[in-house]
């Protein structure tokens, strides 16, 4: 077994610069939702609140597409994203004209659960597609969040499907298989009392389409030295539920009776009733206090960190645990794992080539979300990206990052449906913007970029040759 903790013991005057000393701070900063209610109240709420659909700053209204692109520092390709109220992924080149799409309204079985019982409490991430993963022959696999895994060849033809909670990201191997994030509700002991809560799995399924096997989160974690923080999570949740419990129960009492229904197996699954309409549960736990690890990108290592782990073993980033982690495939164990005093609710950690890590650092308590690259064998920060201001970069709930060849990197700014390029010095040199939305209440948003990626063209040529011919145009 190999097992380590990063641990940072010098820090690179770059990002001394943003303030040394304050990053291990947890403040106690709450949503505007929570003021006026109990820190109990305030611990649930804090953790709702995806939305599909962004408001649009004052005075931001007219950026809309590609608003600017510096075509001699950016690095050409073309950009693999999805509108996230929708389910589709559209292939477009630099200018933003678009060369592809993908498209299928299939559902799992849960959002035809929810769709069938409960249609007007429908949980808004539970539509459209979360992520969509580009294959080499031109097809994707699309997750359809919490409810299915949809292998789509480039003619959007359903080649597979599978009724999977599966959420966040996909990773691809080298032998093909797919390894994909999903979770499940499950019980724990803690203080002699019995505690329902979440769990985060990762699922392998074979290029057909097979489920090979699963790996857990809370069983990766059972080894004595992540004991105290799976401890304090479960605290936590046992904690929230004995004092939101009257209020859980009035709430069985009171609304329509579909409303109550679904209260009542809210209460149900609190109190550790998880095998009736478990789908169902399984989603009422997603982003509230029994969701205790909400992993949010997993990798397939590409190459060996002597002495830290080896290929082959994955990369993960776990929002509510602050930090990103390692996972041994052998042994179905965590054997590394850093950013409890730097991260604040993280998105997308990934290997680069040279075996450095990029995440993408959201800042919620601090106010404003960094891009920090990390040397894994010692724990330091060997370069970083915020704004200035520093608050005019800030997605509170997810957010995506890709580095490019030549040390670019691609930023997906998910709270405020944008995507930028920066080069190494921070000059932005590429950006764009969603198109416009109406929510449920008819009010005009952004649809939120849960993450862009820059596919090189000759990734596509095979299957699209008028990709390589915009590039020769140009």
């Known amino acids: 077994m190999r097992v380590h903790l990063a641990t940072t013991v010098t820090i690179v005057v770059a990002v001394c610069s943003l303030g040394c000393g304050d990053e291990a701070v947890i403040e106690d900063d709450a949503p505007e939702a929570a003021v006026g209610v109990s820190p109990d109240e305030r611990e649930q709420l ?93 097809g994707v696999l699309a997750i359809g969040s919490h409810h299915v895994l949809l292998r789509l060849d480039r003619n959007s033809k359903i080649l597979w499907k599978l009724d999977l909670p599966v959420h966040h990201d996909v990773s691809i191997a080298p032998d093909g298989d797919v390894y994909a994030l999903m979770d499940a509700t499950r019980t724990a002991e803690i203080d002699e009392e019995t505690v329902a809560f979440q769990d985060n799995l990762v699922q392998v399924i074979s290029s057909s389409g097979e489920p090979l096997r699963t790996y857990s989160l809370f069983d990766a974690m059972a080894a004595p030295r ?149 040397s894994p064998a010692t724990g330091n920060v060997v370069w970083h990206y915020q704004a200035e201001p520093p608050g005019s970069f800030f997605s509170r709930r997810r957010g995506g990052v890709q580095a490019l060849p030549g040390g670019n990197v691609l930023i997906s700014n998910t709270d405020s449906g944008q995507a930028f390029e920066v080069t190494p010095g921070g000059d932005v040199v590429w950006e764009y913007f969603s198109g416009f939305v109406e929510d449920r209440d008819g009010e005009r948003k952004r649809a939120a970029i849960y993450r862009m990626e820059r596919i090189p063209r000759s990734a596509v040529v095979d299957w699209l040759p008028s990709a390589e011919q915009a590039g020769e145009a140009r």
């Not at 692109?69 to 509108?83: E, I, K």
């Not at 929708?86 to 299939?106: I, T, Y």
């Not at 982003?287 to 990798?299: E, G, L």
Request: glycine fraction near 8%; proline fraction near 4%; hydrophobic fraction near 40%.
């Open 226 to 374: 992540w004991k105290p923080l799976i401890e304090q999570s479960l605290r936590r949740v046992a904690r929230v539920t004995r004092s939101s419990r009257a209020v859980d129960g009035a709430r069985t009492e009171t609304g329509n009776e579909k409303q109550s229904e679904l209260a009542r197996l809210h209460v149900d699954a609190v109190a550790g009733d998880l095998e009736r309409d478990a789908d169902i549960k399984n989603v009422l736990f997603h982003n509230r206090v029994q969701d205790i690890f909400h992993a949010n990108s997993v990798q397939v290592l590409h190459r060996d960190e002597p002495g830290l782990w080896r290929a082959g073993d994955l990369l993960l980033s776990i929002l509510r645990l602050d930090r990103i982690a390692v996972l041994d495939q052998d042994s179905g164990e965590m054997i590394w794992s850093w950013g409890s005093e730097w991260l604040q609710e993280a998105h997308h950690a990934t290997q680069c080539d040279n075996g450095q890590i990029l995440v993408f650092d959201n800042g919620t308590r601090r106010g404003h979300s960094r891009i920090l690259r990390l």
């Open 46 to 138: 804090e953790i709702l609140g995806y939305v599909n659909a962004v408001p649009v700053p004052e005075g931001d209204e007219p950026r809309s597409g590609v608003t600017q692109h510096d075509a001699a520092r950016s690095y050409d390709g073309l950009n693999l994203w999805g509108p996230r109220n929708e389910s589709k992924a559209l292939l477009m080149d630099p200018s933003g004209a678009v060369l592809h799409r993908w498209a299928s309204e299939e559902k799992g079985a849960t959002w035809l659960a929810f769709q069938d019982r409960f249609p007007e409490a429908m949980p808004t991430f539970l539509n459209g597609w979360n992520h969509v993963e580009l294959l080499e022959d031109g």
